[in-house]
């Protein structure tokens, strides 16, 4: 089985010269993405590292947690009820009216919280986990139907099925019975579990449910076409079809997008409006658009099919041109969950799901797989250390749905929701970041991501191990030394982010307001190289042997960012960054309304203070930025403005000392 997965990888890699050396679109005729990303059980992440605190406290809180709330809340129950009434039925006893939990997606947190507990495993092997995963796995499968259908909201009671499922299978799928969301979180987690243990138990019950879809979902006769309501089953089928070699998966995806517009139901919200291949807008929700994004891709990778990747392109710009937060968070209203008009993009309203800071993440990292530009990784690091970690608090424990970029206090970080979708997209997307650092093409190494780790992977057939040691994000030093390289020639590929090319995303809708010049310096072996910067990315290509090193360095200074004079929020408004990280102003930092501060777009006595945050006695580290020039406009009345030191905090941290005043954006004088 590992074996095809990996072949299937080989072949990716093998593509590359032929598309981006070309420098132009990427032609498909060979399966597989042309650049491999390198999976998360090849990085190593240092313990004591921003990601090395963030992936231990999905071990010791975020995990942990997620599997109690599961129990507490009834979520392991629904699989024992299906299985119950299944037994039931078959004794003849038809008395039971088991109730299913309030969402027909409730079993997918379980799916989740699984898929985030196996990549763990990779980083801390742990018998006992493996043990509990074991024997929830039981309670799974013993839920599966006979002919491999596995949804707890039916099975438990078909006659009275949870009010969304519809009276029969697939009936209510496009309408929110979320029939093959489950079906998409179950495959995603089972080949998590399945890599991290080599144990089929999981991948066992998704390949059964998967051919159960197969077989009723399709063009033959007495079949009938269904698409997902809720877009993931595409790229979890084409992974499938990855760690099986089985081709029925993959078709399966494409039906799923081919069909997509075709069928009755035409709607923007589920992105059902038009035919995949004729869109250019991002619209509708904004995780099934993101996760549909995705699964383009993966189908487009996988089949050659241009036509998805040309629609993904032009809906990319207009998200990135015009959607989306400077926090890389997308979706801005809330009665959809999803996108609105062009440069609408409230604050104090935003919605900024986290899942959807997720979905922005895959969809990006994969549209670089298929381009190889650092663009897309811009866009992924801007999503992933702001809007993406909003989400989860300092100690892996409160989490954050909407994540808006302005509050008067009203938002709260909670232990669980009832729809807890992003809690449990948390516990797998933390322990998964290793795996977006680094990618790999023939003789090319992408360094994508900063982050202290170590690397073991193959480049040109020959093993490679390098070691990064940084303290990025709060500094822009990167060592980068190789381990092993059997003297082998290889181009490594730094990427210089587009915050150090003056670029704050690769679109017009935002820019820097202070006309700074940061530079940066690449050394190796101590001495300075120069190379073009091609597609974001700097090009050291020689033959490479233990004991090199590379030393990299980014200017990493503080500065504002104006919006596109279209944005109509952030007119007249000015934020902070510095590198990757957005920052805020919140009220336990300062002795006036934040709402009401201002400051200019070139900055004066600024500060970048290394220090902590307590929070319940544990100190968490982080940089803060003070700012001398900042007036106090107490009165809300620039003539009688005060000066006053404003402090900034990392927009991630907000909300973590109570509740009160927080904005990104801040009035410019
Ligand atoms: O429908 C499943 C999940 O629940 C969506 O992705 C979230 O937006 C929430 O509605
Ligand atoms: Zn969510």
Sequence with gaps: MKAVYFAAAATCAALVLTTLQAGAAVKHNAPGYPISGVPFTAVKVSTDSFWGDRIRQSRDVTIPLAFSKCQETDRYTNFEHAAAKMAETARGDSSSNYRPTQFPFDDTDVYKTIEGASYLLQTYPDVKLEAYIDSILDIVAAAQEPDGYLYT?????????????????????????????NLGHMIEGAIAHYQATGSRKFLDIAIRYADCVCREIGYGDGQIIRVPG????????????????????????????????KTARKDKYDQSHLPVIEQDEAVGHAVRAGYMYSGMADVAALTGDLSYVNAIDRIWENMVGKKMYLTGGIGSSG???????????PNMNGYCETCAAIANVYTNYRLFLLH??????????RALYNGVISGVS?????????NPLESHGQHRRQAWFGCACCPSNICRFIPSVPGYAYAVCNNQVFVNLFMSNTLSTKVGGKTLEIKQETSYPWNGDIEISVEKAASSQFALKIRIPGWTRNQVVPTDLYTYADGKNPCYSILVNGEKVNSEITNGYFTIERKWKKGDKVNVHFDMEVRTVQAHRQVREDRGKIAVERGPIVYCAEWADNTFNVLNAEIPANLSKVEVVSGTMNVEGRDYRMNYITIGCAKDNYAGNPSVARNAVLKLIPYYAWAHRGSGNMTVWLNRY
């Design 230 to 261: 809720h877009q993931i089953a595409e790229m979890a089928l084409a992974k499938l079809y990855l760690a099986t070699g089985d081709r029925k998966y993959l078709d399966e995806a494409k039906l799923f997008l081919d069909n997509k517009g």
């Design 372 to 381: 190889g530009d650092a663009k897309y990784i811009d866009v992924l690091e």
């Design 335 to 345: 009665s959809n969950e999803g996108f609105s008009d062009n440069y609408d993009l």
């Design 394 to 402: 300092l100690d892996g424990g409160g989490f954050f749905y909407p």
């Design 153 to 181: 909201a039916r099975t438990m009671n078909p006659a009275h099925p949870h009010s969304w499922s519809g009276p029969t299978r697939w009936a209510g799928e496009e309408s929110g019975s979320h029939e093959l969301y």
